[in-house]
C-alpha cells in the first residue's frame, strides 16, 4: 500500500504537509495559547500578505538579492573548486583558509559589514556570497578530484589542450557532485537572507517577520514562517527538477545530501 | 615527501598570513579608520583580554549551554529517527517525505514561532539550535544504516538476536562512520545558530554581545565574540574529529 502511494510522484510531500498542518491545527488546539494560532487562523492571513504590494516587493526584493549573491557564488566558487581538484598546490593554498572560515557563522558579519557598506543590498548580497560560496568550492573540489584519469587522458591523447580539457571533461564530470554543493547553497543562501534580514532589520521578508512579531500580529507571524517555508521548498525542487535535466545520467548516492540541513 | 608535505603547509598558512596583513596594512595606512576596521593587534589583545573578564565568560558559558542543549536534544531525535526508518518500513514511509518537505525550509525562520510559543529566554533558542541540528544527524543516521552491510544483520537475526536489539547492536555501531559525520556537521551548524539567534534577540550570551557592541560602534568588541564563536566551531569540530578518529579505530578509512 505505502509502496503503491509512494509511486505516484509529489504526493508523499503533499500528503506530509497536510499531515504537518494537521498536527499544528491539533497542537493549537490543545495548548490554546495566542503564540500558536491554528493552522487554518494563520493560513487565511496568506491572502492578505500576497496581496499587499509593500510585501510583495519586500519579499522579491529579497530574492532578488538572494539570487544575485547566489548566482555570484556560484560563478566564483565552481572555478576554485575545479582548479582545488586538479591541481595539488592550488588545493594545499586554499584548504586551510576555507577550514578556518569554515565555523564562522557568515550572517553574523552584517553588523561589520554594514559598518563598511551600509544598510543597502550590498552588504546583504555579500553576506549571502559567502554563505554559498563555501559548499559549492567544497563539493566541486570533490568532484573535480574525483574525475576518472581516464577520460583526461583519453581526452589529452586526442589534442585536447588543458583549458579546454578543463570546460569539456572536468566539468560535466564533476556536475553531479557540484550540484549536491550548488542545493546545499541555495538551503544556505535562503537562510543567510532571512537571517541578515533579521539581523539589519530594514527590508525583507525577515523583517516583515520580525515586524509582525514586533505588532503581535500572531498569525501573520505564522503566515510569513509558511510563506519562507514554501520558498525553501519549492527552490529546492526547482533546483532539484533542474538537477535531474542536466546531469540525469548520474543517479544521486543519496536522495537528500546530509549537509543540506 | 616530507619536503612537499610542509612545502603545502606553508602554502596553506600563506593566504592566512595575506588576510592578516592586508587588515594590518589598511588599519595601518590609515585608509580605514579604526572606528570601521581597528588593527588586528588591537582585536587579539582585547580577545585575551576579554577570556580573562568573568562576565565574558558568563557570557561565553551561556552561549555553550544553550549549544549542547540543542545538539544533545539533536543527537537524540536525529540518531532514533533515523534508526528506526532504517528499521521499520513504516517509520520510513512516514518519515521520508517529512523530512523531504521540512529539510530544505530554513529552520532559522521558524524563531519567531519558538519565541512565541516557548518564550525569549533559553528555550526557544535550544529548540531552534535542535531543530537545525537535527536534519544533518538524522540522514546521516538513516544513510549509513540503510547500507549496512545486510549479512551482519543476518548473522545476528540467526543467532537469535531480537530484530529490535540487532538494530541497536549491529546496525547502529557498523554506520557509525556515517552517524558521526552528520554529528561533526551538527555540531558546527548548532555553533552557527546558537550565535545567531541571540544575534537576533537576546539579553545575554557571545551573539547578544556583538550586538550590543554593534549598537555602541565599539568595533572591537564586534570582532571580539565574532572571533570567539569561530574559534569555539573549530575547536569543537576539531576536537570531535579527534573523538571519531578513536571511536573508528579498525573501521575501514573514510574517504
Redesign the interface.
Known amino acids: 500500500m505505502s509502496v503503491r502511494l509512494a509511486a505516484v510522484p509529489g504526493l508523499p510531500p503533499l500528503l506530509a504537509c497536510c499531515g504537518l498542518l494537521a498536527l499544528w491545527e491539533i497542537a493549537a488546539r490543545i495548548f490554546d495559547i495566542s503564540g500558536l494560532p491554528p493552522a487554518h487562523q494563520a493560513l487565511r492571513e496568506l491572502p492578505a500578505i500576497l496581496g499587499d504590494r509593500g510585501s510583495v516587493l519586500n519579499i522579491l526584493d529579497s530574492l532578488r538579492r538572494m539570487g544575485l549573491g547566489f548566482a555570484l557564488a556560484l560563478l566564483a566558487a565552481i572555478p576554485v573548486g575545479l582548479a582545488m581538484g586538479r591541481s595539488r598546490l592550488v588545493a594545499a593554498f586554499f584548504n586551510p583558509l576555507l577550514m578556518t572560515i569554515y565555523p564562522v557563522p557568515k550572517a553574523a558579519l552584517m553588523p561589520i559589514i554594514m559598518l563598511w557598506l551600509g544598510v543597502g543590498d550590498a552588504s546583504k548580497t555579500l553576506v549571502i556570497f559567502l554563505g554559498v560560496s563555501l559548499p559549492v568550492i567544497y563539493h566541486s573540489y570533490q568532484g573535480a578530484r574525483a574525475v576518472e584519469e581516464k577520460l583526461l587522458w583519453s581526452a589529452a591523447a586526442m589534442g585536447m589542450a588543458a583549458p579546454r580539457r578543463l570546460t569539456h571533461v572536468v566539468l560535466p564530470a564533476a556536475l553531479p557532485e557540484i550540484f549536491v554543493g550548488v542545493r546545499t547553497g541555495l538551503v544556505l543562501a535562503l537562510i543567510t537572507m532571512v537571517t541578515s534580514e533579521m539581523i539589519a532589520r530594514q527590508a525583507g521578508i525577515g523583517n516583515i517577520l520580525f515586524n509582525s512579531l514586533d505588532m503581535a500580529l500572531y498569525d501573520a507571524v505564522y503566515a510569513t514562517i509558511v510563506i519562507v517555508g514554501i520558498l525553501g521548498f519549492a527552490l529546492d525542487v526547482g533546483l532539484e527538477r533542474l538537477r535531474s535535466w542536466l546531469v540525469g545520467w548520474a543517479t544521486p548516492v543519496h536522495e537528500m545530501a546530509v549537509g543540506t540541513a | 615527501m616530507t619536503t612537499r608535505r610542509t612545502f603545502?603547509?606553508l602554502?596553506?598558512?600563506?593566504?592566512?598570513a595575506l588576510?592578516l596583513g592586508a587588515w594590518q596594512a589598511l588599519s595601518a595606512s590609515g585608509l580605514a579608520p579604526p572606528s570601521?576596521?581597528p588593527a588586528p593587534h588591537a582585536v587579539f589583545a582585547r580577545l585575551v583580554e576579554q577570556l580573562g573578564h568573568p562576565s565574558f565568560l558568563r557570557h561565553a558559558a551561556t552561549t555553550l549551554w544553550r549549544l549542547f542543549a540543542g545538539f544533545g536534544i539533536a543527537v537524540v531525535i536525529g540518531v532514533t529517527a533515523g534508526v528506526a526508518a532504517t528499521g521499520s518500513?513504516?517509520v520510513e514511509?512516514l518519515l521520508?517525505?517529512?523530512?523531504?518537505?521540512?529539510?530544505?525550509?530554513?529552520?532559522?525562520?521558524?524563531?519567531?514561532?519558538f519565541?512565541?510559543?516557548l518564550g525569549f529566554e533559553h528555550a526557544s533558542k535550544i529548540a531552534l539550535v535542535a531543530a537545525?541540528?537535527?536534519?544533518?544527524i538524522l540522514?546521516?543516521t538513516y544513510?549509513g544504516t540503510s547500507a549496512v552491510e545486510p549479512k551482519l544483520v543476518w548473522s545476528a537475526l540467526a543467532a537469535g538476536t531480537p530484530r529490535r536489539k540487532a538494530l541497536f547492536t549491529v546496525v547502529l555501531p557498523a554506520a557509525l562512520p556515517s552517524v558521526l559525520?552528520?554529528c561533526r556537521?551538527g555540531l558546527?551548524?548548532s555553533?552557527?545558530?546558537v550565535?545567531?539567534a541571540e544575534?537576533?534577540t537576546s539579553a545575554d550570551g557571545l551573539?547578544h554581545l556583538?550586538?550590543y557592541a554593534?549598537r555602541s560602534?565599539e568595533?572591537v568588541d564586534?570582532?571580539v565574540p565574532?572571533i570567539t564563536?569561530?574559534l569555539?566551531?573549530?575547536s569543537?569540530?576539531a576536537g570531535f574529529n579527534a573523538l571519531q578518529r578513536r571511536l573508528l579505530i579498525g573501521f575501514p578509512e573514510q574517504g
Not at chain 2, 602554502?11 to 592566512?16: D, S, V
Open positions: 603545502e603547509i602554502l596553506g598558512l600563506l593566504p592566512i588576510v570601521l576596521l518500513r513504516t514511509a521520508k517525505p517529512v523530512v523531504r518537505v521540512l529539510a530544505p525550509v530554513p529552520k532559522i525562520a521558524l524563531y519567531p514561532a519565541i512565541l510559543i537545525d541540528a537535527t536534519f544533518p540522514l546521516a544513510q559525520t552528520g556537521i558546527v551548524i555553533c552557527i545558530v550565535f545567531l544575534m537576533i551573539g556583538l550586538v554593534a560602534f568595533t564586534m570582532f565574532l564563536i569561530s569555539l566551531g573549530l569543537l569540530n
